[in-house]
Every structure is written in structure tokens, then in C-alpha cells.
Nanobody, 115 residues
Framework: QVHVVESGGGLVQPGGSLRLSCAAS????????MGWYRQGPGKQRELVAR???????NYEDSVKGRFTISRDNAKNTVYLQMNSLKPEDAAVYYC?????????WGQGTQVTVSS
């Protein structure tokens, strides 16, 4: 059974950085796509960044130039380097995995941006 485990959230001051990690285990197949979604208080869940198996990336407009997504296909692991964090980036970040036409989600990791 596929398990998705994410980590790296925490408290950071505005302008600071965090690096999120997420690993999909329990499969010998490489994920077709991996990414990160987030949901802030009273807001809908939104796509933050996505990376396909071949390396193509997509970013939500507000994080372009500040966040970088990367992956290790052999480990089925995805990372999100978040720089220049803003208060509006505060949310629960969820790891997303697309594998063999099925979607898998992590439990979420809290990112708090506050002075």
C-alpha cells in the first residue's frame, strides 16, 4: 500500500525559509507527478507547485520566483524549497502524489509565517 509522509513545516518569520519534504513509499513505480497544495484558514485548497516525472514544473503565480519544487524519482520524494516567505503563505501544506492514475495525499504539515 502506498504511504505518503511529509515533513518540514514549522514557524518562520516573514522573509524566512523552509524546506518541505515528502516521500511516497510502498511502490516500485515512479510517480507520474508530485506536488504541493496548501489550505489557509477559511480558504480553499490550492495548488502551490507541481512537478512531473520528466521534470516539468508548474507554480502558482504568487510563489513564482520564491518557491522551488524538485524531486528524486528513484526515491519518489518531492521537495519544496520556500524562500522569502510571506504571512499569506501560512497554511497547511499537503503533499500530492499521482501514481498509476491514482491520487494520494499526505496528512499535511503546518507552515506558520509570523513575526
Amino acid at each position: 500500500q502506498v504511504h505518503v509522509v511529509e515533513s518540514g513545516g514549522g514557524l518562520v518569520q516573514p522573509g524566512g525559509s523552509l524546506r518541505l519534504s515528502c516521500a511516497a513509499s510502498g511502490t516500485i513505480f515512479s510517480a507520474n507527478a508530485m506536488g504541493w497544495y496548501r489550505q489557509g484558514p477559511g480558504k480553499q485548497r490550492e495548488l502551490v507547485a507541481r512537478i512531473a516525472r520528466g521534470g516539468t514544473t508548474n507554480y502558482e503565480d504568487s510563489v513564482k520566483g520564491r518557491f522551488t519544487i524538485s524531486r528524486d524519482n528513484a526515491k519518489n520524494t518531492v521537495y519544496l524549497q520556500m524562500n522569502s516567505l510571506k504571512p499569506e503563505d501560512a497554511a497547511v501544506y499537503y503533499c500530492y502524489v499521482l501514481l498509476l492514475n491514482k491520487e494520494y495525499w499526505g496528512q499535511g504539515t503546518q507552515v506558520t509565517v509570523s513575526s
